[in-house]
């Protein structure tokens, strides 16, 4: 009974629990909505479904939010990685847009290590500031979000590029083994941040870096470069997911591409529970973050809400996920539900004050 | 050095030596100059009053959020959902007036629904202690699906005290501005004074300088949190208000990323975004700043509207760089 109990504590005390079941959840709703949700059936050899139609959506944002987690790991935030999925965008459509054969592969590979190329250098601009001159990384990283946007407009002056180019295309929505060619490049991804991360050293060191930078320097860790790193490869990251973008629509449009796609992939984090303060990451948490944001749009738009009023949902949803992960919410409740409801107010003040002191 | 500093007293500085705090307004305050000249030399009709009169009618509701979201940069704080509490206040604001309502009634409600909701994120960002960033995130969430749920296409306004306060000219010679920029003002005078010689606008400041020393003195920080919260809803919500003098009607999509121009007009103010330091003046001017690129851009013509937002990265950069610089001659 007493081990029982203690296993049900250990469930719900992990910190993928309320994540999950938020996401379970959704998934249900889903299916009760419409039943042929969860159905997953095999066309031409391919799989296609609901299931599959978001775990391939969410690619784009699942990589986005992986380069994040890494940044916001070391204390750090990257406001520009939607403005770095447009400029990729951008850069891969017009260079194949000027090619005379669109549908050569070698041509298509090329525009891609172009527009990766630049990618990596804005990644670095915004790598140099913060730890080298040592900008606040949300200012360092606006900046490039206020013109990048602008850049993205430029090499596309101002017009939507409309590619016709089979390669390219298959980024988007080719399939691979069955399944989504995006699914399998986010998959791709995933892997190798983790092995990278958890299988080296280097997690920890992003996490010590992100606990304190100074310490970790005289710890003998070359926290600058690290630093320097996480934004390069958030950037890396999100120029896949442009590539993934503009190859779902064919066309790379400087203003709408990547819109808003930051804010999103900063919830996806939150969501999975690794705190904006730095010192911790959690890339799986990362990805269930970004199948609810996914999940949430899509089951959104299948019951005919239109995109903006899905906006009224996830603010629900954040609210609820970012509460229910608040130490400060959960002892609240917690005193709540021991004590008598007519504890006063006062002592868990006068704690909160100690332990904001304290800290 | 600080001995030295101490005995020596204010009279000892040469007269020539600003104090480090305001060189950033003062290099804002250069830049507008040199802007404007620049306008002038190149354009003729640049040089006319009506331009600069123009910049502050164009850019009225801007410079009121800006100012709010001053109040929640100085405590160290951000507040990404101005833009869409703005929107939500001029959408509100048309679809009462549609139905019929009295304006003085529309106008008492219109201004209730920022403070409310920006009192209500405080409150989470203060007693949950969950980052304003993402409070704030879905603060913007709501209040722009608020928008949509209301209705999903503009709403023009058509009451008589609405077109008529948006049509009233106050004539200086041949120039004029609109009621909104005497209303901006009066906000900027206000706000000004609030974070200069009160007690609010000092409780502001110590918390942005070091929230712990704040709460050792015993300054109330929750309350001084919530406060600033509660006055950037309420800029946004005179903002919103103003918005819907300028266009006279209420749209879904109005002001998306006008977050973003606040947070830049503050930055290029020179408030340091780690809190602390900054003036009601300096955010005045970047708005300023920004209001007369896009004039510049306008006059030239041939320049492309992107270009704005490449100008205004660039201008960010050099401001915090310049910030950077400062900051590191003080240590």
Known sequence: MSTGKSRLAAVTGHRLFWPVVVLVVLLAANAAYRPSFLAVEVKNGHLYGSLIDILRLSAPLVLVALGMSLVIATGGIDLSVGSVVAVSGAVACLHISERPDQNNVAGVLTALAVAFGIALLLGAWNGVLVSVIGIQPIIATLILMVAGRGLAQLVTSGQIITINSGPYRTIGVGHLLTLPFAIIVALAVTVALAVLTRRTALGMIIEAVGGNAEASRLAGIRSRRIIFLVYVVSAACAAVAGFMMTANVSSADGNAAGLWVELDAILAVVIGGTSLAGGRFFLSGTIVGALIIQTLTTSVYAMNISPQTALLFKAVVVIVVCLIQAPAFRARIRTRFRRRPATPVAPTVVEKQKEQVAA | ?331
């Open chain 2, 1 to 331: 050095m600080t001995t030295s500093q101490l005995t020596g007293g204010v009279d000892r500085a040469p007269w020539w030596r600003v104090p480090q705090r305001q060189v950033p307004v003062l290099a804002t305050g250069a830049l507008l100059l040199v802007m404007y000249g620049v306008g002038v030399s190149q354009y003729r009709a640049f040089s006319s009053i009506q331009v600069v009169f123009n910049v502050f009618i164009d850019n009225g509701f801007l410079l009121v959020v800006a100012v709010g979201m001053t109040f929640v940069i100085l405590t160290g704080g951000i507040d990404l959902s101005v833009g869409s509490v703005v929107a939500m206040t001029a959408m509100v604001t048309a679809a009462l007036l549609r139905d019929g309502l009295p304006p003085a009634l529309v106008l008492l409600i219109a201004l209730l629904i920022g403070p409310t909701l920006g009192f209500a994120m405080g409150c989470v960002i203060h007693f949950f202690d969950i980052q304003p960033f993402i409070v704030t995130l879905a603060g913007m969430f709501f209040a722009r699906g608020m928008c949509t749920w209301i209705s999903s296409s503009s709403i023009p306004i058509t009451d008589g005290f609405w077109t008529g306060v948006a049509q009233e000219r106050i004539r200086f010679g041949d120039s004029f501005v609109t009621v909104s920029v005497l209303i901006a003002l009066a906000v900027v005078a206000v706000a000004a004074y609030t974070l200069a010689y009160t007690r609010l606008g000092r409780n502001v400041h110590a918390i942005g300088g070091s929230p712990q020393s704040a709460l050792l003195m015993g300054l109330p920080v929750g309350r001084t949190k919530i406060a600033v919260y509660t006055v950037s809803g309420l800029c946004s919500a005179v903002g919103g208000i103003l918005l819907s003098f300028y266009t006279l009607s209420g749209a879904p999509l109005i002001a998306v990323g006008m977050e973003l121009d606040a947070i830049a007009a503050v930055v290029i103010g020179g408030t340091l975004l780690t809190g602390g330091s900054g003036y009601v003046l300096g955010t005045v001017l970047g708005v300023l700043v920004l209001g007369v690129i896009q004039t510049l851009i306008t006059f030239d013509g041939t320049l492309s509207s992107w270009w704005t937002k490449i100008v205004i990265g660039g201008l960010l950069f050099a401001f915090i760089l310049l910030q950077r610089l400062i900051g590191i001659r003080k240590k």
